[in-house]
């Protein structure tokens, strides 16, 4: 079992920047680095959609096109902490953030964080 905690949402000016955390408390016996995460948000009225990946070491990072370029997604494995850095934000990355966790590199996400709020005011 993973429960995760995302933090870090604000409101924001135009061209701001934020970072979000997501921590992982885990059953005994697992360990963070056994997990493939990601970061997702939702709009209001639109569907929840994907951000960013980060492989078990961090080595591969996978984004959408919209965020390349100003989204960073980061993880510590011994903080068993996944970051999502966001510089030169806009109006439309509002929305609510979601980490989400999966152990293998594709298919569903088998866990999720309650999300955190990020407004970006114009």
């Known amino acids: 079992q993973v429960l995760l905690v995302e933090s870090g949402g604000d409101l924001v000016q135009t061209g701001g920047s934020l970072r979000l955390s997501c921590a992982a408390s885990l059953a005994s016996g697992r360990t963070f680095n056994s997990y493939y995460m990601g970061w997702f948000r939702q709009a209001p009225g639109k569907e929840r959609e994907f951000v960013a990946s980060i492989s078990w070491s961090g080595g591969s990072t996978v984004y959408r096109d919209s965020v390349k370029g100003r989204f960073t997604i980061s993880r510590d494995n011994p903080e068993n902490t996944v970051y999502l850095q966001m510089d030169s934000l806009k109006p439309e990355d509002t929305a609510v953030y979601y980490c989400?966790?999966?152990?293998?590199?594709?298919?569903?996400?088998?866990?999720w964080g309650q999300g955190t709020q990020v407004t970006v005011s114009s």
């Open positions: 989400a966790a999966r152990k293998s590199a594709t298919g569903a996400w088998d866990y």
